[in-house]
């Protein structure tokens, strides 16, 4: 019998997440796994008790969202003791990614003969990352986002205030093998995984087993086509076709003309000049026993695509 730490979250589904605690524990009972469970709380980050109790469980498992999910992970770095993922969050983008079923009961049972893989993690002014850092617009109306998606309609004109203003900046990269390359664009995404916010698929190419972010810049794109093209990849909907240009690259820093809002997976890091990095690797995590390591890849270096 495996023991189990189950760390969830019971904001969501408050009516009946103990019901479906209880079942949870059962089934993973049954399925050779005893779970112990302990619940998050509201402002107060779980990583260092998962840090303090890693070696003393063979494995944790998560029924909760991204930001769930990441906390945890921020404890188990360098552990080696794998997390598990049990969706209940809103879009669930890790879990997605990694071909897991949306409903609890059904990935406790994927992941009872789930096998461990070496997982990589982003990092963002030193902030860990599972998804996306991104510099510009998307951390500028991200909280905004944050507000919507609690149902918190009065945020709605303050975020289109927010993007009418907003105006393109000029962006120096300096990747770890080139160096000094400027762009003017609305925002850079660092992409550890292909989903970040309500889903948006913005790095279908991006992997997380070969120890390298992937870099989006939208050079000459609008704010007004921005919005176009990320409500039409939302919900995890593959672009048809995909806009600026795109870099690999192990470690960046991001400086502009002006200072931007930086975030990591949601959360404000501070504002440019920042350092990206991926760390290859750091994490172990559960897949799906016939499921590939990471999602599909595509090609290392730099490519360009039309922008409108």
Known sequence: MRRARLVWNPVHRRRTAPAVLARLVDLLRELGIEADPVYTRTGRSIAPQVAAEAQGYDLFLV??????????????????????????????????????????????RVLAAGQPRPMDVGFANAQLFLEVAGAGLDAAVMPFGERLKAHQLGALLPAMARLARY?????????????GLQVRTPLVVLANGPFYGAGFTVAPE????????????FEGATVAGLVW????????????????????????RVSADVPLSVHADGRA????????????????????????????????????????
């Open 63 to 108: 029924w909760g969202g991204d930001g769930t999910v990441a906390d945890v992970a921020t404890g188990l770095i360098g552990t080696g003791t794998p997390l598990g993922i049990l969706p209940a969050g809103t879009f669930n983008n890790v879990a997605h990614a990694l071909g897991l079923p949306s409903d609890p009961l059904a990935a406790a």
């Open 167 to 179: 105006r393109t900046a000029m962006v120096t990269l300096d990747l770890d093998y080139a160096r």
């Open 229 to 252: 093209y990320f409500a039409n990849i939302a919900r995890h909907r593959r672009p048809v076709w995909t806009r600026g240009s795109t870099f690999r690259a192990r470690q960046v």
């Open 269 to 308: 890091v501070g504002k440019t000049p920042a350092v990206f990095e991926a760390q290859a690797g750091a994490l172990t995590i559960l897949v799906p026993g016939s499921a590939p390591a990471a999602p599909a890849g595509g090609r290392r270096g730099p490519t360009t695509e039309a922008v409108r």
């Open 206 to 217: 991006a992997r997380w087993d070969d120890g390298r972010l992937t870099v989006r810049v």
